[in-house]
Nanobody, 118 residues
Framework: QVQLVESGGGLVQPGGSLRLSCAASGIIFSIYTMGWYRQAPGKQRELVAT???????NYAGSVKGRFTISRDNVKNTVYLQMNSLKPEDTAVYYCNAIHPRRREVVYWGQGTQVTVSS
């Protein structure tokens, strides 16, 4: 059974840092583009970052320069390093597996809460 399990969320102060992890199982992890999405209350789901099987990355403009997505194909894990966090980064963050050619989300994680507040 396919599982994407996020971890690493929590409460941090503005300007702080947090690293999210997503452990994948039940899929051939190395062939998928992996993505992080987030959704805040009252707002639309937002694509935060993606990383292809070869390591090519893309970021939302709102996080560019602050967030870094990476992956470890041996550990079947994708990470999101979040620095210089702002209150507007507060959201539930979801890990996703994306079909590398069809560009469709195939699997979703359960999400992990990130709260940025003083």
């Amino acid at each position: 059974q396919v599982q994407l399990v996020e971890s690493g969320g929590g409460l941090v102060q503005p300007g702080g840092s947090l690293r999210l992890s997503c452990a994948a199982s039940g899929i051939i992890f190395s062939i998928y583009t992996m993505g992080w999405y987030r959704q805040a209350p009252g707002k639309q789901r937002e694509l935060v970052a993606t990383i292809t099987s070869s390591g090519s990355t893309n970021y939302a403009g709102s996080v560019k320069g602050r967030f870094t997505i990476s992956r470890d194909n041996v550990k079947n894990t994708v990470y999101l390093q979040m620095n210089s966090l702002k209150p507007e980064d507060t959201a539930v963050y979801y890990c996703n597996a994306i079909h590398p050619r069809r560009r469709e989300v195939v699997y979703w994680g359960q999400g992990t809460q990130v709260t940025v507040s003083s």
